[in-house]
Structures are given as C-alpha cells and as structure tokens.
C-alpha cells in the first residue's frame, strides 16, 4: 500500500497563491474548494490529497499529524506556538524558515483617526486592545511597557473602536482599505507576515522520500 500524503490548506487567498506552488510540484486538485463544499479534496497523485481547513486551524492539523504537510501564515504560526511543527529551512538564507512569499500582509496597530495613539501608548499608559491575535498584541504591548486588557474577536475588529469596545485594534493590513473604509488609521507596524511550510515532525521522518520532492519543488517555485 503506497504512503498517503495528506496536505492542509484554508480556502481564498491561501489557496489560491499556493496553487502554483502545487503545479511545481506536479500535484493539481480535482476541484477548487470556491465551488465545492468538500473538505477532502483528492488531486491528479491518487495518494495526495487536500484538507480544507480554517487558516488558525492548519497548524492543528498538521501538529497532530492529521495533515503531514500545511501551510499557514506567520500570524497563525506564532498565535499557535508551533508545537509538533517543523519548518523546512531556506537553503539560501542561513536558519531562515522557507518563506512563501504569499500571502503577504502587515500586523498593524490600528485607532480612529485623530485618537492620540503617542500619548495613549506611553510606558504604565493602560489600553483595551482587540484582537484575534492575544499573544502577539500581549508581547508587543509588553516590550513597551503599555499594560493592556485584551479582547478576543474573532473577525471585524475593525468595529470595536467605532463602538467603544476598545480603544485600539492590532489586526492584518493588506491594501489599508478596510482601514480607511472604517475610518481607522495604523499608527504602529509590529511585523511583516507572510506564509509558511509547515511540516507534521514525525511524518518528516517516517515520509521523508514523498515529502522532500514537494518541499523543494515549492522552494523552487517561490514568487520573487
Ligand atoms: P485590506 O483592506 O486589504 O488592508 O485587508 C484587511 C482585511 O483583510 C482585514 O480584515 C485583515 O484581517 C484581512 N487580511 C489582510 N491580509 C490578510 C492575510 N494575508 N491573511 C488573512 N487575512 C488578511
């Protein structure tokens, strides 16, 4: 019986930018997962299939070895802890993970325009932050030296100013559309995020001759 390979992706822009990293590796799926409400996506390798899963699901998945290979973003990687992960290494930039280059956005600071962030954020300042990122916005704030209530959301963040839900927001920046359309402004830039191989530890080892081709392949085929 030949080993299967198991692969955990999330619908939209993830999905979408990985595909030609997939055709590098010769593996196309049988259906996108826009126009399909499957979950299990089998593709032309009869032992490769798709996992559709949420973006701040695919580290669980891959951690628990339900899928040996994911990718996730930079933001769900640290919020998860990467437990049971590994990241394949960038062969040309010394202990750098691989870095897809999809995906890209910004984890931004973000307030109504006018709020007097500067004044707000000084060190012993105290400010209520929501977010769907706790631990990334808690280590930010605590290099500063700013004491925070985090509030956890799970999408719109950019509502809870507007109403008095917190006074700030650190969320992803792509275009700042979303921003200007809310009447936000970023006033802080905490780090640039990107997309990540992530690669179930065990699987590594025990599938390392059906794994290895498909790293490289993505390694090769990485957007400039
Ligand atoms: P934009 O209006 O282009 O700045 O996009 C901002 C909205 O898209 C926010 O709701 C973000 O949470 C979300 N967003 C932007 N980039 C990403 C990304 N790479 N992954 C997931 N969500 C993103």
Same mark, same amino acid.
């Given at each position: 019986?030949?080993?299967?390979?198991?692969?955990?992706?999330?619908?939209?822009?993830?999905?979408?930018?990985?595909?030609?990293?997939?055709?590098?590796? @010769?593996?196309?799926?049988?259906? *996108?997962?826009?126009?399909?409400?499957? !979950?299990? #996506?089998? &593709?032309?390798? =009869? +032992? /490769?299939?798709?996992?559709?899963?949420?973006?701040?699901?695919?580290?669980?998945?891959?951690?628990?070895?339900?899928?040996?290979?994911?990718?996730?973003?930079?933001?769900?990687?640290?919020?998860?802890?990467?437990?049971?992960?590994?990241?394949?290494?960038?062969?040309?930039?010394?202990?750098?993970?691989?870095?897809?280059?999809?995906?890209?956005?910004?984890?931004?600071?973000?307030?109504?325009? @006018?709020?007097?962030?500067?004044? *707000?954020?000084?060190?012993?300042?105290? !400010?209520? #932050?929501? &977010?769907?990122? =706790? +631990? /990334?916005?808690?280590?930010?704030?605590?290099?500063?030296?700013?004491?925070?209530?985090?509030?956890?959301?799970?999408?719109?963040?950019?509502?809870?100013?507007?109403?008095?839900?917190?006074?700030?927001?650190?969320?992803?920046?792509?275009?700042?559309?979303?921003?200007?359309?809310?009447?936000?402004?970023?006033?802080?830039?905490?780090?640039?995020?990107?997309?990540?191989?992530?690669?179930?530890?065990?699987?590594?080892?025990?599938?390392?001759?059906?794994?290895?081709?498909?790293?490289?392949?993505?390694?090769?085929?990485?957007?400039?």
């Amino acid at each position: 019986m030949p080993q299967q390979l198991t692969i955990a992706l999330s619908k939209g822009r993830i999905f979408e930018e990985t595909l030609p990293l997939l055709a590098a590796a @010769g593996i196309v799926p049988s259906e *996108a997962p826009e126009n399909s409400r499957k !979950l299990i #996506i089998p &593709t032309n390798h =009869p +032992n /490769i299939r798709l996992v559709i899963v949420r973006a701040s699901d695919v580290p669980t998945y891959v951690q628990y070895g339900a899928a040996d290979l994911g990718i996730a973003g930079k933001d769900v990687l640290i919020e998860h802890g990467g437990e049971g992960l590994c990241q394949p290494l960038d062969l040309n930039i010394a202990h750098q993970p691989l870095d897809l280059q999809i995906a890209k956005c910004r984890m931004m600071v973000a307030v109504p325009q @006018g709020f007097d962030y500067a004044a *707000a954020s000084q060190p012993g300042c105290r !400010l209520r #932050i929501a &977010t769907k990122y =706790p +631990n /990334i916005a808690a280590e930010h704030f605590a290099a500063k030296g700013v004491h925070v209530d985090i509030i956890k959301l799970y999408g719109s963040m950019e509502l809870a100013p507007l109403v008095g839900l917190s006074d700030c927001i650190v969320d992803l920046v792509s275009t700042g559309n979303t921003l200007k359309a809310n009447n936000l402004e970023a006033v802080e830039h905490i780090a640039n995020i990107s997309s990540r191989l992530i690669v179930n530890k065990a699987a590594l080892k025990t599938k390392y001759a059906l794994l290895n081709p498909i790293i490289e392949a993505f390694a090769g085929a990485i957007p400039s």
